[in-house]
């Protein structure tokens, strides 16, 4: 990437954002194009949230170019049980972030690019700045058949999704941001945003599957940072400013104080899973034990990330009824999450007869249940 | 002094917040009237149904996905009251009044309309009700510098009634340090700014910077182990502490440790505690770090003193016992799974080394690594957490010498290491020598362990350790 004169570009952008009389006081400048050195999914977003939070946009735009490692990343009000496979995202550990603008989940990495336009309330208008990216991607490659929809998608050959929006309105500024596939592991996106988790059942906004494909596919010789450039120079070009991309530090504290702890609150579970939509798992599963099938029926309200309600149904006398009175007593306000279960049912198992056959059955019961997290 | 606007400032700590303050006459004419009436009983205000505002691009309806506010909760103008969706737009929609939230129009998930009230709010009778166009202006410029002003691209928050305090009282509101939300600025930080003045000699430089603010405890309830918050007592000023308790339940794996630690309460401990001489060892465990590495594997010193325990037990094989609920019968356990206690960022877990009385030094060392990095990873298995016999603990990677390690039930004994340290010791010769000396103590059931198998069996895994060589004598 363009880390070579990192240093040179961030300092300058503190001097920019210091200094009254450059940069953002000037009412002459209409816009500023900034770039993330960072690949981390957290920093950027917290990127996002302080522009939103501290910039004054009055008379100046600005768009924000990142890119990230591999991270699923869901929308505002999305339930990511119903959304993708966790298991795999720890398997392959590959980040989860939930961002503050609504919509649907997508999958990023370095093959996909991120753009996020900052604008006042007013001022906020989807349909222009996607216009802005056709027309960047028609001017850097004439023949690509590339259109937006009326669901500010944008498609390539009026099939495949290759841009997807959402957006953040606040009391005085806006963002809408999207992405833009170019060399993206489809295999991995596929699977990832593929979940295995049966029986739920809530209000969190759903994802609309799409087809997707890279750029890349339609023509190997394009790059991400060849789009990133095109995109800037006709961003420049519609707000009359130098075609000038600015690098910015997510990490530096001196040019945006307080993006720290915005990263560290994008990072927590209460705001990762904890944000999700109340919902309820309702399933039943087969446990094979020694020549015997068991049915068990789950049932579960989790609130906040927690499990308010719980109700497991099993043969009866296949564990003593007051060990899964206790499992369950234990589980409710528990996280809903493999780690705290796994930890809380092993716990149990300290307090009970000492009993391999019972631990057998017990441990058999618990991997099952983990699975539903 | 205004009491009412002290009540309002405490609420904003509570309700999540972000908004811009705009000098705008209406807002001042607003403030100014509330203060007249300051210490009237606010009881039976106005309700005033505040509509949902225009979200642009010709959205007429929208749907409610959370609530920041519930019935009965103060709000402050600019308060964030809940969160809309609408067409993958996430719309924070904050208050245009300063009240009492009386009625939510909407339940989450239900359409709400543009232009319908969306939630009713009681305000002063005497105020008045807030024009109705959106507040929004462009700052003026000038003498208004002490009203709205940028620093570093930060922009100073404060209520209309602080910024008129500020503006009596001519403070600069660029120099005030904000102690609340997002670096706002309070009604106690003028006041405490006003407090410094007195006494002060030099004017205030007008090039003050915002200094970060102190870090509030109201949000994120993440990590219990976070920096210690400073707080500055100063000499002549009354000390404005607004922490207050915070009561949660306890889930997850605080109760795990509730749960396992109230059950080792039953048992009966006693300790035992020794020095070890590891200076050997630390030799030994350097030669072989390199060859385990090459094999991929990280050598700490946990394997010897794992395999040293296993050791021991074959011996003293009571340790590695569990005594039924009724005290009747004793098992003796075959295999030694030995537990190793972790650290994770959620809090303590034990999962143990299976099987380790056939497993070589390396073969533990292997299944360590594993284990270490599920552990922190926060996948460990229900099979890796349970069955565990005996535990160690070594405390040592954090610091301290001597402990006193509470045992985990269905077990009767546990050994917690402490640091290493370079302490002078005498040799046979009588000279100092540089000793590599670690210290270890024990914990076991007094039920049936008595004092000298304890004491025994700790003597042979501190020969085993004082002298490696001697464990291949033994090594199965």
Known sequence: MVLQSSLKNCLQLSCVLRTPKAGFRSTTSGGLIIQSVSNDVYQNLAVEDWIHDHMNLENRQVLFLWRNSPAVVIGRHQNPWQECNLRLLRQKNIKLARRRSGGGTVYHDLGNINLTFFTTRKKYERMENLKVVVKALKALRPQLDVHVTDRYDILLGRQYKISGTAAKLGRTTAYHHCTLLCNADKFVLSSVLKSPYKGLKSNATPSVPASVKNLFEEDPSLTCEMLLDAIAEEYAKQHHIDHHITLINPADEAVLPGINKKTKELQTWEWVYGKTPKFSVSTCFNMVYKDSVLDVKVDMDVKHGRIEVCDIDLPEQWLPPALCSELVKSLTGSKFCPNETTTLATTLLRVCPQDDELHRRWNLLCENMIMLM | VCIHRVRSCSSIHFIKS????????????????????????????????????????????????????????????????????????????????????????????????????????????????????????????????????????????????????????????????????????????????????????????????????????????????????????????????????????????????????????????????????????????????????????????????????????????????????????????????????????QGLIVPNVKNVQVCSVFEIASELNRLQSLGSAGQLGTNDLTGGTFTLSNIGTIGGTYAKPVILPPEVAIGALGKIQVLPRFNGKGEVFKAQIMNVSWSADHRIIDGATMARFSNLWKSYLENPASMLLDLK
């Open chain 2, 18 to 345: 972000k908004y811009v303050c705009v000098f705008d006459k209406s807002a001042l004419k607003f403030s100014h009237q509330r203060r007249l009436f300051r210490t009237s009983a606010v009881s039976c205000g106005q309700i005033v149904q505040f509509k949902l505002s225009d979200i642009g691009e010709g959205i007429t309806e929208v749907t409610v996905k959370e609530w920041y506010i519930k019935e009965g909760d103060s709000v402050s103008q600019f308060d964030s009251i809940c969160e809309v969706q609408s067409d993958k737009a996430s719309v924070t929609i904050t208050s245009r009044y300063d009240g009492i939230i009386r009625k939510l129009h909407y339940n989450l998930d239900e359409i709400a309309y543009v232009g319908k009230p969306l939630v009713d709010i009681e305000i002063d009778a005497s105020k008045g009700v807030a024009p109705e166009e959106d507040v929004v202006e462009t700052p003026p410029m000038s003498h208004e510098e002490h009203t709205h002003q940028e620093i570093k691209g930060h922009k100073t928050l404060a209520t209309p009634a602080v910024r008129r305090l500020a503006m009596e009282n001519n403070i600069k509101l660029s120099e005030v340090v904000g102690t609340g939300k997002d670096n706002r600025i309070l009604k106690e930080d003028i006041l405490n700014y006003l407090a410094k003045q007195t006494g002060a000699i030099l004017p205030p430089s007008p090039k003050a910077e915002i200094i970060p603010p102190l870090p509030k405890s109201e949000t994120v309830p993440a990590a219990p182990k976070d920096k210690a918050r400073k707080i500055p007592v100063p000499v002549s000023r009354p000390i404005v502490f607004s922490g207050k308790d915070k009561t949660e339940p306890i889930t997850g794996f605080h109760k795990a440790m509730v749960k396992t630690m109230s059950a080792a309460l039953k048992i009966p401990h006693f300790g035992y505690c020794d020095e070890i001489d590891l200076t050997q060892l630390v030799q030994l465990r350097e030669e072989l770090k390199p060859l385990a590495q090459i094999r991929g594997v990280k050598l700490s010193f946990m394997p010897f003193f794992i395999k040293a325990a296993s050791l021991g037990l074959l011996q003293y094989p009571i340790l590695n016992a569990s005594l039924d609920e009724s005290c009747q019968n004793v098992t003796y356990k075959a295999l030694h799974n030995i537990g190793v206690a972790m650290d994770t960022e």
